[in-house]
T-cell receptor, first 115, second 111 residues
């Protein structure tokens, strides 16, 4: 299957700072990427859908000004958590796909801890 | 909200077949049944999907009932590395459609 990477794999930051998470499709062009968040012992919750070159579509309840998504190329999408607070601590996972695939390919996830 | 219902957890002996059920009684005609799994602290992994015919690949088999209201994922010879949370999801086939994850089934394979 296609490979998706995320960087960093884990990050610890102070409250009030911003953190950028990268999601890359390594061996295919991802016209669509998704960002999920997963709290401990819970399932994945979709945050937003981004199509290359377009503004992201956010799910209800997700603040677009707090979670900035940029999908500027066919192999890279970034999620920036602005002014992070302890309640933003979570496991952030991206997935990618294009019209040649019937499934989504997921990255390994990024563990964010906000102190 | 997820449109599927799965048991919270299941145990399976190593080497035996693991049969994971899923109910999707409100599935629409254009929706496929997808199965993903998530091993602890990793991203989900695609397993298999189908519309109405049974499907098999190198990882698993998918059996969908004739009325499409339920399905079963079969891991023919479970190993310890198959211990994971298994998610059954219904979604249209078109790429770009979002996946709505439910709680899934925690499968524990025991030696």
């Amino acid at each position: 299957g296609a490979v998706v990477s995320q960087h960093p794999s884990w990050v610890i930051c102070k409250s009030g700072t911003s953190v950028k998470i990268e999601c890359r499709s390594l061996d295919f062009q991802a016209t669509t990427m998704f960002w999920y968040r997963q709290f401990p012992k819970q399932s994945l919750m979709l945050m937003a859908t981004s199509n290359e070159g377009s503004k992201a579509t956010y799910e209800q309840g997700v603040e677009k000004d707090k979670f900035l998504i940029n999908h500027a190329s066919l192999t890279l999408s970034t999620l920036t958590v602005t002014s992070a607070h302890p309640e933003d601590s979570s496991f952030y996972i991206c997935s990618a796909t294009n019209d040649g695939y019937n499934e989504q390919f997921f990255g390994p996830g990024t563990r964010l801890t906000v102190l | 909200d997820a449109k599927t219902t799965q048991p919270t957890s299941m145990d399976c002996a190593e080497g035996r077949a693991a049969n994971l059920p899923c109910n999707h009684s409100t599935i629409s005609g254009n929706e496929y049944v997808y199965w993903y799994r998530q091993i602890h602290s990793q991203g989900p992994q695609y397993i298999i999907h189908g519309l109405k015919n049974n499907e098999t690949n190198e990882m698993a088999s998918l059996i969908i009932t004739e009325d499409r209201k339920s399905s079963t994922l079969i891991l023919p010879h479970a190993t310890l590395r198959d211990t994971a949370v298994y998610y059954c999801i219904v979604s249209p086939l078109e790429y770009g459609n979002k996946l709505v994850f439910g709680a899934g089934t925690i499968l524990r394979v025991k030696s």
